[in-house]
């Protein structure tokens, strides 16, 4: 049966920023943490500690992370490719670090600049490290459905890495349609075969609304028991690596959805459309959310 809570990351000061060509000033990053813990996010994606040379909009990971005023029972991600980062992100203590890998083979070399047998050797130390030092750790799996690269993705590539993930300790996955080309049956094999290496809770949907199929996808994981989800506040985002790639799904658009469901998601829906109205409004842009439009223009 469907769930009735959910939990939502938001990865937008993240993922949806780091694509940005302009730069973003760290206090407007922080400003955006602050309100959206402010509207009931209880999981928050802050920052990655990546090459600033291939992702500049992430440098200054450490000033935003050491600025922002925490609030009790929210947790704060941060990404981490290799123990260089893992090593960074420590000083500033986040509640969980993520790695991240691929799907498909043409990705992984894009995004990380190397295999995915080579990714695992690289996270694998960065997760023993975490642990041991009493932070979570959760793995990301982009292009779980298609890839910019490679076309369409086999549920057999996406139980592979799971189980990759799961042998070296991450403890849950997102399941990421990173291109946004999923369609619900798809996703939900992707999700399946993530599951047969995961339990139900320690799976995440990562959806992006490129092809106007992200809340389809979100109704079709809520169908299998999946209860956790990123999203990203305005539907900020894109990734360097995956050309044409929209933004993650409007974490305004999914409440909204849930709201009517009558899932619990323990998050004020007007203060999430003023934080996405924040931020749209320094990029100088509306909102990528179709709920956040209509509610301010009504
Ligand atoms: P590389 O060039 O293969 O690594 O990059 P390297 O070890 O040869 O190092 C090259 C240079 O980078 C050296 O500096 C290192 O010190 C430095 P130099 O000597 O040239 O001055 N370096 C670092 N600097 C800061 N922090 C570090 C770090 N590591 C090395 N951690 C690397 C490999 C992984 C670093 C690079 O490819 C990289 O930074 N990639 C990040 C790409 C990225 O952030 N992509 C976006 C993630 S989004 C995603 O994956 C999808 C997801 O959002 C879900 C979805 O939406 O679908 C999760
Ligand atoms: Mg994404």
Not at 116 to 131: C, N, Q, T, Y
């Amino acid at each position: 049966s469907i769930p009735s809570r959910v939990r939502l990351i938001d990865v937008g000061p993240r993922d949806g920023l780091q694509n940005e060509k302009t730069p973003v000033p760290a206090a407007v990053k922080i400003e955006l943490v602050h309100r959206l813990q402010q509207a009931g996010l209880k999981e928050i994606e802050v920052t990655s500690y990546v090459s600033p040379k291939w992702v500049p909009q992430m440098a200054d990971n450490h000033e935003v992370m050491s600025g922002i005023t925490r609030q009790r029972g929210v947790a704060y991600s941060v990404l981490t490719p290799n123990l260089k980062g893992f090593e960074s992100a420590v000083l500033d203590r986040p509640d969980e670090i993520v790695v991240f890998g691929s799907a498909s083979e043409a990705f992984s070399q894009r995004n990380i600049n190397c295999s995915i047998a080579e990714s695992i050797e690289r996270f694998a130390p960065v997760v023993e490290a975490a642990l041991a030092a009493g932070i979570r750790v959760r793995g990301a799996m982009s292009c779980t459905v298609g890839c910019p690269y490679e076309g369409d993705i086999a549920p057999e590539r996406v139980a592979y890495l799971a189980g990759l993930l799961q042998g070296i300790g991450v403890q849950r996955v997102d399941v990421a349609d990173t291109i946004g080309v999923g369609t619900p049956r798809k996703v939900q094999k992707a999700l399946e075969a993530t599951l047969q290496h995961f339990g139900i809770d320690e799976v995440s949907g990562h959806f992006h609304d490129t092809y106007g199929q992200a809340l389809s996808n979100t109704l079709a994981a809520l169908e299998l028991g999946v209860w956790n989800f990123q999203s990203s506040v305005a539907g900020l985002g894109g990734c360097p690596y995956a050309k044409g790639a929209t933004g993650n799904v409007a974490t305004e658009d999914v409440v909204y959805m849930l709201q009517g469901m009558g899932i619990e998601t323990g998050i004020d829906l007007d203060l999430l459309i003023d934080a996405g109205a924040y931020i749209s409004d320094f990029l100088g842009r509306k909102p990528n959310s179709r709920v956040a439009v209509a509610l301010l223009t009504r």
